[in-house]
Nanobody, 120 residues
């Protein structure tokens, strides 16, 4: 249902834009969350965007550096990541749920993840 793309190996200070393509029906009826799992750590919340895109939240660690958006006409959500640093190295996942939020349990569908590696 969800496929992430756009990950890669970058240097500290660089930018990346991740995409999350939803292949099911009624993309507009799902909030989209972004999570990440650093090496050896638990999966953590990064950002969430509401169904219409008018309600957005970020983890403190990415606030002012990351920007989430969505295009319901293209069934796609995006995560623009600027000023990347080594602590942003992780597998990034997008997820779809009826209401969204910061907890993994709120999401019904998950992508397979895309690796982001930031070299310092």
């Amino acid at each position: 249902q969800l496929v992430e793309s756009g990950g890669g190996l970058v240097q500290a200070g660089d930018s990346l834009r991740l995409s999350c393509l939803f292949s099911g029906r009624a993309f507009y009826s799902y909030a989209i969350g972004w999570f990440r799992q650093p090496p050896g750590k638990e999966r953590e919340f990064v950002s969430v965007i509401s169904r219409s895109g008018d309600n957005i939240h970020y983890a403190d660690s990415v606030k002012c550096r990351f920007t989430v958006s969505r295009d319901n006409a293209k069934n796609t959500a995006y995560l623009q990541m600027n000023s990347l640093n080594a602590e942003d190295t992780a597998v990034y996942y997008c997820a779809a749920g009826p209401a969204g939020g910061g907890r993994k349990e709120l999401y019904t569908y998950w992508g397979q993840g895309t690796q982001v590696t930031v070299s310092s």
